[in-house]
């Protein structure tokens, strides 16, 4: 793992802060787990999609799925408790919907504080790492495009693959403000994992909550970022790896120390299912820049097997 | 207590079964578990209304409601599992649903058996004594009344106020196969408690799983009724102390030991909600019989406060 450097250099507990939320961060939870690290993740708030759109609207409350997966990615409780939170539902009045998203739409409308909530969760999960929501406002994500086109929540902007036009700006509607916790979990950090992820729909909406941004420039934690592998239509459309940077750099605040990059081959049966969605493999186009570039075959040893030596 | 004497009179744990599912049930499990026995409560698995019954239609799940019921009331949890568990939903997709509902609804798609399921919601509501469904089998209870008249299903029958008629005969459809964990705690108690509760939802259909009624007659256990205080319109309408046990003696296959009875006076306001209802105070009217009658005020003290030498 890249971070296994990290961890062999020296004897002390290092504290690691993740950004995230999709299925990017909880492969990087999943393997992180496993080292003796003080971990911990600050999750997207802004999902409105799927399941957790429905329960958001109807029922009033935070959104509980990006929350729920590193829960999950974290849990070191019994598989049973791990197929359980990611239950979904076939029929009837709960079709699809989530057990794990119910369970947190519960535990916010009975417990004391959105804290207790995530604490009881943990508790069941037995979750090594804390999972902090970037905000406890309800918030939407908004993105504005090239073509003066404006769409309003991150489900729609994550659906939005057809969309040929560039994303120009992205805000968040109300502001919000950040969750205390998540400021001082990044200010703390000896390094700070971003991505892999959907770029505007599970790494900006965590950057452009107010103060994240000042603390990302304020804390002395290494930054590494992890390059997605494949665009994402609608939103990276035909990115290379330098674009990619340009625009986390323009809501980071700075740019990162070390981005890890792929290298390795991908199966074609992999590529022909992201072609039909005009998805192609991120070119790394990455000249002399500040910060540490890290090629690796991330294909085939996933992000778990980055030997020392990587980082300096 | 009324058990409060068979506590004091020895050293060792007594185990005892309660039998039942409803309110009553959950009433006398909160008093019980405050105890040092060996409880186990026997559950009802017939109910079909409400969100059981959506539960139990859309999902082909077991009915949750009585056992959900069951242990919260034996929980030794933080209040918070309590209050999540009771939690209902009031808006959107899972208006009505019960959260401890879905728990369990979710459980038994992902668990191996159902004793896992119980199993993974005792431990996280830390329940103080077992839990045991009569049946796994998906059954519905069936009444004959003697108009001729035929209902399937716990629900209907239980929300069947305006039935004048009396319920002459009450089967389950299929037939169906007592749990064996049933079955041994019958066999193995040293008392049993029935009641209070419906009789024709929450206690007769526990007694008519197969086997059941077997296993009252061959335990030694010593077997006490508590007796509702009000009648129930369209299943207990107008019945007298003697047509309670006139009824039950036929499902359970012998007479109880004891008979728990209330003889304090039941507030106006509240006697006035039942008599919109057509439901009056259940009168005594036992004569001289193999039981023992036990008069108490149940309402001023609840059953937690019935002393020593209530029972020989």
């Not at 505007?200 to 934690?221: G, H, Q």
Request: net charge neutral; with cysteine.
């Amino acid at each position: 793992m890249l971070l296994r450097v990290i961890v062999s250099k020296v004897e002390s507990m290092k504290k690691i802060t993740v950004i995230g939320g999709g299925t990017g961060t909880f492969v990087v939870l999943s393997g992180l787990k496993k080292y003796p690290l003080d971990l911990s993740v600050v999750v997207s708030m802004m999902d409105s999609g799927g399941s957790t759109g429905r329960l958001r609207d109807q029922l009033g409350i935070l959104p509980p799925g990006d929350l729920r997966q590193c829960l999950v990615a974290l849990s070191d409780a019994p598989e049973l408790w791990r197929k359980l939170f990611l239950y979904r539902f076939e029929k009837g009045d709960l079709a699809g919907h989530n057990f794990g998203n119910i369970f947190l739409a519960a535990l916010e409308k009975v417990s004391n504080s959105y804290d207790e909530a995530i604490e009881t969760v943990s508790y069941v999960l037995k979750t090594k790492g804390k999972v902090i929501p970037v905000t406890l406002n309800k918030l939407h994500l908004v993105a504005e495009y090239d073509n003066g086109k404006r769409v309003t929540g991150e489900g729609l902007i994550d659906e939005n693959h057809a969309e040929k036009s560039r994303i120009i700006n992205a805000y968040l509607e109300p502001q919000g403000k950040a969750n205390p916790k998540a400021i001082k979990s990044i200010e703390e950090s000896e390094y700070i994992v971003i991505g892999p992820g959907d770029l505007y729909t599970s790494i900006i909406p965590v950057l452009l909550v107010s103060d994240v941004k000042e603390a990302m420039k304020k804390t002395k934690a290494k930054i590494i970022y992890i390059m997605n592998m494949m665009t994402k239509s609608g939103q990276t459309t035909n990115y290379k790896a330098s674009d990619h940077i340009v625009d986390l750099v323009k809501y980071l605040g700075r740019e990162p120390d070390y981005v890890l990059i792929n290298n390795g081959e991908i199966l074609p049966e992999v590529l022909s299912t992201y072609k039909r969605y005009n998805e192609v493999k991120v070119v790394n186009d990455l000249e002399k820049s500040n910060f540490q570039v890290i090629e690796k075959d991330l294909v085939d040893v996933g992000i778990e097997r980055i030997g020392e030596g990587d980082i300096d």
